[in-house]
């Protein structure tokens, strides 16, 4: 629903960004913000061990989700490239006389 009806969005930097990368960034900065708050706090050390267990949790779903993107793109890529050295390769009568 957001993406449907936020779509792109533009910053002062005229830079073009997803909605669903914003919504990662503000994710990101709640954890960071809630973190830093907590380590404000006095803590004993059994909220401290919890705290830090929450937030390896955290890191690894992070780290999981650009994995994923990583792995999507790299793909996408390997696709392209090869349909691209497909058409050069195989170059047929009728892609010849369209050039001409």
Not at 9 to 22: G, L, M, V
Not at 54 to 60: A, V
Not at 64 to 87: A, D, K, N, P, Y
Request: hydrophobic share 45%; charged share 25%; aromatic share 10%.
């Amino acid at each position: 629903m957001f993406l449907r009806k936020y779509g792109k969005i533009t910053s002062n930097k005229k830079k073009t960004t997803h909605a669903a990368d914003i919504l990662m960034i503000d994710y990101m900065k709640k954890h960071e913000n809630y973190i830093n708050e907590m380590l404000e706090k006095i803590l004993d050390e059994e909220k401290v061990k919890e705290l830090l267990a929450y937030h390896d949790k955290q890191i690894q779903w992070i780290q999981h989700e650009r994995l994923t993107h990583l792995i999507v793109m790299l793909f996408v890529c390997l696709f392209t490239l090869l349909s691209f050295g497909f058409t050069v390769i195989k170059i047929s009568t009728p892609a010849i006389v369209l050039e001409l």
